[in-house]
Nanobody, 117 residues
């Protein structure tokens, strides 16, 4: 059974940092492209960052470029999102997504990030 479990969310002050983790199981993690999405209250889910299998390429939403970094550790079946210089507008539920062979997609349950003083 494919499973993605996010962790690392929480409450942080503006300007602070958090590192999100997403652990995958039930599939060949190293062959999956991984992404982070977020959804704020009343807004549509939006793509935050992606990393290709093997980690050779990454892409970011303009709103997080220079502040967020996506990375992966295939030995640990885990993808990370390092978030620095956090802003109140980064407040959202953050989800990871795996795109596996043949295009099958799987989502995690999400982790809440709240940026507030």
């Amino acid at each position: 059974q494919v499973q993605l479990v996010e962790s690392g969310g929480g409450l942080v002050q503006p300007g602070g940092s958090l590192r999100l983790s997403c652990a995958g199981s039930g599939f060949t993690f190293s062959l999956a492209a991984m992404s982070w999405y977020r959804q704020a209250p009343g807004k549509e889910r939006e793509l935050v960052a992606t990393i290709t299998r093997g980690g050779g390429r990454t892409n970011y939403a303009d709103s997080v470029k220079g502040r967020f970094t996506i990375s992966r550790d295939d030995a640990k079946n885990t993808v990370y999102l390092q978030m620095n210089s956090l802003k109140p507008e980064d407040t959202a539920v953050y989800y990871c997504k795996a795109v596996r062979v043949l295009g099958f997609e799987s989502w995690g349950q999400g982790t809440q990030v709240t940026v507030s003083s």
